[in-house]
């Protein structure tokens, strides 16, 4: 028989001694911040095709007090992972294939729904131009007109597994900012005339008059099928199940090509057709920007190459040997904006690269080789947190 959760408060005290961290309510079973959004979705999601995990479940109890004893160990469990991206994102199943998805539950009034609507369309989702992630499917709530569930792939975040050559990192841009450009110059030097490129990441979200505005790091993502076969824990990306400290995955350089995306267009501004592209207000995770000091409206597809060229410089200081792309970095990130570096010019740039240069190693400046067992020559690592 399972343990009351008036047993379970009982014997709180002395799971703390064993975790000081834990939580009374999440130790006694209780579902905790937005879970209850979720659980409460729970029938929806699975008659729509969506399986939850276990704990998401409506007839969900805690593993660790079904025993003969209460295990105080809880962190045991993969059922004691918690929401940790908010209440707005979650895992699931999809029923059909087994494929690993994410909902992200939006308000239906912002322009994100439409933005998701428009580059998911057929026509616009099958250009191989086009890098923000595939909306696979859109669920109306039942009996909430200002939600509505976006149903996308599990990416992993875009350097979760260390580039090893600081091509596959310029592979990673090429994908971000390629882009259409004709007579383009630069204070780097002149660019080729007839240097035509194809549009494509951010550069083809500025085709469509969509400024991302919140094109930091942590909505660069990348498909990591090839490199994590197995697939990665949604909770715990480090690990397959949630519990085992240890991942085995490959090199990109020894798999082929990867594909980056951008995501969360929470923060988006769509201009429509003869509207001026200036705004003034809220932008994303980089606190740097220089419009933020201003009070007059700006160009916000500057902001998106300004904060594109800040990813870079944080990877600069993150990795020894991306120095090469310093001075990209710094045109990207000039105070004025009028000054900063086209991404034709950036593009064009980083397509000049010595292969040679290309080639070279890179490392993590906090996860340095040593720390890297490689398997085989076939480029597979195991990577232990």
């Not at 030097?189 to 469509?208: I, M, N, R, S, W």
């Amino acid at each position: 028989m399972p343990f009351s959760k008036d047993e379970l408060r009982a014997a709180f005290q002395d799971a703390l001694l064993v975790n000081p961290y834990l939580d009374l309510e999440h130790f006694i079973g209780n579902h905790v911040g937005g879970e209850n959004f979720w659980v409460n979705l729970q029938p929806f999601l699975l008659h729509r095709g969506y399986r939850l995990r276990p704990r998401y479940h409506c007839d969900w109890t805690a593993p660790w007090s079904q025993g003969d004893s209460i295990n105080f160990e809880v962190y045991q469990f993969e059922e004691a992972l918690t929401l940790k991206k908010g209440r707005n994102l979650l895992d699931a199943i999809r029923i059909s294939d087994g494929a690993k998805v994410v909902l992200k539950r939006v308000e239906t009034w912002r322009d994100e729904l439409p933005i998701a609507q428009y580059l998911s369309s057929p026509e616009i989702q099958c250009d191989p131009r086009n890098h923000t992630v595939p909306i696979l499917d859109i669920l109306l709530l039942p009996d909430d007109d200002e939600h509505a569930l976006l149903v996308m792939p599990q990416l992993l975040l875009f350097d979760q597994l260390p580039f090893r050559r600081l091509g596959e990192f310029v592979d990673a841009l090429r994908q971000y900012f390629e882009v259409r450009g004709l007579h383009v110059r630069s204070d780097l030097g002149p660019v080729a005339k007839d240097e035509t490129l194809p549009y494509q990441g951010l550069d083809f979200l500025h085709e469509h008059r969509i400024a991302h505005k919140d094109a930091c790091y942590f909505n660069l993502m990348m498909d990591g099928s090839k490199l994590v076969p197995r697939g990665v824990h949604f909770m715990a990306p480090d690990t397959y199940d949630g519990l085992t400290e240890v991942l085995e995955w490959h090199d990109r350089s020894s798999v082929g090509p990867i594909k980056y995306y951008f995501i969360d267009f929470g923060l988006s501004k769509w201009f429509y057709p003869k509207a001026n592209i200036v705004f003034s207000g809220v932008y994303g995770q980089d606190r740097t920007v220089p419009e933020h000091k201003l009070e007059e409206p700006h160009d916000p597809f500057k902001v998106d190459i300004y904060q594109l060229g800040n990813v870079i410089i944080q990877m600069i200081r993150k990795y020894e040997g991306m120095e090469p792309l310093l001075g990209i970095a710094t045109a990207m990130t000039r105070k004025k904006p009028q000054d900063r570096m086209s991404l034709p010019d950036a593009l064009y740039y980083l397509n000049h690269i010595p292969r040679k240069v290309l080639k070279r190693r890179v490392w993590r400046r906090d996860c340095p080789p040593y720390m890297l067992s490689i398997r085989c020559c076939g480029g597979s690592t195991k990577m232990t947190s």
